[in-house]
T-cell receptor, first 116, second 109 residues
Framework: GAVVSQHPSRVICKSGTSVKIECRSLDFQATTMFWYRQFPKQSLMLMATSNEGSKATYEQGVEKDKFLINHASLTLSTLTVTSAHPEDSSFYIC????????????FGPGTRLTVT | AQRVTQPEKLLSVFKGAPVELKCNYSYSGSPELFWYVQYSRQRLQLLLRHISRESIKGFTADLNKGETSFHLKKPFAQEEDSAMYYCAPADNYGQNFVFGPGTRLSVLP
C-alpha cells in the first residue's frame, strides 16, 4: 500500500529558531500534499494544500510567511515553521494524494513539535 | 461555513452490540463524504468513502442529503473496532477536507 513518511517524528527547538519537517511519499507520486495541525485531544485542522511545482494554498488564518511549504518534487513536501514560538507547539501531520480520480489521502505518522 | 459535528466524544458499547457513530455536516455544494479511523498508536487511515458505497470491516455509512448526515454503522461491534473515528466531507475534487472533532469508540469485552 501507499506509504507516507515524516521526518523527524519529534523535534524540540528554541523560540525564535526555524524548524523544517519533511513529508515523503515512498512508493507513489503525490501530486497533492496536505498539511494538518492537531492540538491535544482535538481534530485535525487543514493548514494548507500544496500541488507539486506550484505555490501552496493556505487556509484562512494560517500565516503563509510563518509556515513555509515547499512541494518541489512529486515525492517530497516540506513545512518550515519560521521563528517558532511556544504557541506553535503542536502535532503536524501531512498527507498525500496520487491524483487522478483517487480521493484517498495517505497520512504520515505525524511530527511532534515542541518549542521551548 | 464548512462545519462537521460528531456529537459523541466517546461511545462505549459491548462486543456484539450494534454501533452508530453520528456525523452531521454543513458544506457548500455537493461534498464527497469520508470516514477516517485512527487505531491506537497508528496513523490516520481511510475507512470508507461514500462514492465507493463499500462495506469495510463490516462498517457502512449512509448519506442523507436532506438531513446532511453521514452516520457510520456496524451491526456487531468487535473489540478491534476500538479507535478514533473522524467524519470528513471534501469537495468534488477530493480536496478541502474538513475533519470532524472525532468520536472515540470503545468496544468492551
Amino acid at each position: 500500500g501507499a506509504v507516507v513518511s515524516q521526518h523527524p517524528s519529534r523535534v524540540i527547538c528554541k523560540s525564535g529558531t526555524s524548524v523544517k519537517i519533511e513529508c515523503r511519499s515512498l512508493d507513489f507520486q503525490a501530486t497533492t500534499m496536505f498539511w494538518y495541525r492537531q492540538f491535544p485531544k482535538q481534530s485535525l485542522m487543514l493548514m494548507a494544500t500544496s500541488n507539486e511545482g506550484s505555490k501552496a494554498t493556505y487556509e484562512q488564518g494560517v500565516e503563509k510567511d510563518k509556515f513555509l511549504i515547499n512541494h518541489a518534487s512529486l515525492t517530497l513536501s516540506t513545512l518550515t515553521v519560521t521563528s517558532a514560538h511556544p504557541e506553535d507547539s503542536s502535532f503536524y501531520i501531512c498527507s498525500a494524494r496520487s491524483g487522478g480520480y483517487s480521493y484517498e489521502q495517505y497520512f504520515g505518522p505525524g511530527t511532534r513539535l515542541t518549542v521551548t | 461555513a464548512q462545519r462537521v459535528t460528531q456529537p459523541e466524544k466517546l461511545l462505549s458499547v459491548f462486543k456484539g452490540a450494534p454501533v452508530e457513530l453520528k456525523c452531521n455536516y454543513s458544506y457548500s455544494g455537493s461534498p464527497e463524504l469520508f470516514w477516517y479511523v485512527q487505531y491506537s498508536r497508528q496513523r490516520l487511515q481511510l475507512l470508507l468513502r461514500h462514492i465507493s458505497r463499500e462495506s469495510i470491516k463490516g462498517f457502512t455509512a449512509d448519506l442523507n442529503k436532506g438531513e446532511t448526515s453521514f452516520h457510520l454503522k456496524k451491526p456487531f461491534a468487535q473489540e478491534e473496532d476500538s479507535a478514533m473515528y473522524y467524519c470528513a466531507p471534501a469537495d468534488n475534487y477530493g480536496q478541502n477536507f474538513v475533519f470532524g472533532p472525532g468520536t472515540r469508540l470503545s468496544v468492551l469485552p
